[in-house]
T-cell receptor
Framework: QKEVEQNSGPLSVPEGAIASLNCTYS??????FFWYRQYSGKSPELIMF????GDKEDGRFTAQLNKASQYVSLLIRDSQPSDSATYLC????????????FGTGTRLTIIP | EAQVTQNPRYLITVTGKKLTVTCSQN?????MSWYRQDPGLGLRQIYY???????DKGDVPEGYKVSRKEKRNFPLILESPSPNQTSLYFC??????????FGPGTRLTVL
């Protein structure tokens, strides 16, 4: 059974600080990884995806992948109250995204 | 406007009464999926489809059926709903290797 694990939180971070969200996965064959944000009562929306070891940056967001440790993280710099949401980590066995395994999500609260 | 639509958005039904949740996308996406979301369990994939007439089981397919007769539509069918299928359901679509777009969700309660 392929598993993706996240700390459910809640994680509270002061406004302007760096929020760090972590995710581990059990299947060494997983090839691609996704971070989704889900506001309460809304549907998930993609923030970033990463395929290769190392860092990938997009604006205030940085995704980090370490395949040897089976670890994916998302850093949010200069956290804003609008970043308060649940963040879902997902893994795919191939480079497509037709079959995704999601973690249970980490609830993030940015404190003004 | 590019979007994934689901109907109905809310449904309360009784055990054993067959129901269909519709999903439609207007982006000409090949891939479509159904997920259910439950507290503490996260999003779990029910079924997915890589193109017309091509469907496959996700992680929790028991008690569900799907069909993909047209590219834009991917209905989820519960032949005999049970209370353990009470959940929030999301449909999603994408091009291969691209972002999955999620529909607004259907909250189903089976009494």
């Amino acid at each position: 059974q392929k598993e993706v694990e996240q700390n459910s939180g809640p994680l509270s971070v002061p406004e302007g600080a760096i929020a760090s969200l972590n995710c581990t996965y059990s299947d060494r064959g997983s090839q691609s990884f996704f971070w989704y944000r889900q506001y309460s009562g809304k549907s998930p929306e993609l923030i970033m995806f990463i395929y290769s070891n190392g860092d990938k940056e997009d604006g205030r967001f940085t995704a980090q992948l370490n395949k040897a440790s089976q670890y994916v993280s998302l850093l949010i710099r200069d956290s804003q109250p609008s970043d308060s949401a649940t963040y879902l980590c997902a893994a795919s066995f191939n480079f497509g995204n037709e079959k995704l395994t999601f973690g249970t999500g980490t609830r993030l609260t940015i404190i003004p | 406007e590019a979007q994934v639509t689901q109907n109905p958005r809310y449904l309360i039904t009784v055990t054993g009464k067959k129901l269909t949740v519709t999903c439609s996308q207007n982006m000409n996406h090949e891939y479509m999926s159904w997920y259910r979301q439950d507290p503490g369990l996260g999003l779990r994939q029910i079924y997915y489809s890589m193109n017309v007439e091509v469907t496959d089981k996700g992680d929790v397919p028991e008690g569900y059926k799907v069909s993909r007769k047209e590219k834009r539509n991917f209905p989820l069918i519960l032949e005999s709903p049970s209370p353990n299928q009470t959940s929030l359901y999301f449909c999603a679509s994408s091009y291969r290797d691209n972002e999955q777009f999620f529909g607004p969700g259907t909250r189903l309660t089976v009494l």
